[in-house]
């Protein structure tokens, strides 16, 4: 077998210099040098950038809705029925849990964007059940979901995934072609740079209404 490189998440079991997999692996092969996971670098990275509390809010909010749908078949079953109704033609019709340490897998934050109207639309009758635990939780979840600031870091969430996912795409492909990526890199902090551009600011608020 011919090995000329390797690269893991950075978990202790995998990344040790002496009797972890790394370390064996690279005693049997030795020009498999091991390298830290380009793309898990990036998540890394990104995740230390959201570190604001109301952007850590929003991300706490949007995984306690969708874990508060998968709990129980009767949620499950109220919001198919809406995205039924309201979305006949979407076939999308459950929530993706988000990875804590996977920032880029936000990009699923579109489903979630998505079917937000049938996610606030069952919340709001979730709320009339007679099961206070449902409807304590369901009260709770849809007043937080209907904060401004929630919707406005929910859209920013959206966008900031969605630019890096072609990036994190190509950082994971086994071959890469590195002029790629770097244009890539480029793109993506030049676009982040004119984050505060007036064209990036309508396009929120063009979102939003």
Known sequence: MKM????????SLMEGKFKDIQAQISAD???ALYVHCACHVLNLALTTASNLPSVRWSMRTIQDIITFYKGGQ?????????????????????????????????HDADRFVELFPAILQTLDTLEQVSDPDTSGKADILCRRA???????NMLIIKFVAALMLTLST????????LVTVCDLIQDDTRL??????DKIKYSVCRNLC
């Open 192 to 197: 982040l740079e004119s984050i505060f551009a």
């Open 170 to 177: 190509n950082l994971q492909k086994v071959i890469k072609n």
């Open 146 to 152: 209907k904060e401004f600031e929630f919707v406005v």
């Open 29 to 31: 092969y030795p020009l």
């Open 4 to 11: 000329h490189g390797q690269g893991y998440d950075g978990g």
């Open 74 to 106: 009767k949620h499950a079953a109220a919001l198919k029925n809406a995205v039924l109704v309201l979305f006949p033609s979407y076939s999308k019709i459950t929530l993706v849990s988000l990875c804590t340490t996977r920032w880029v897998e936000r």
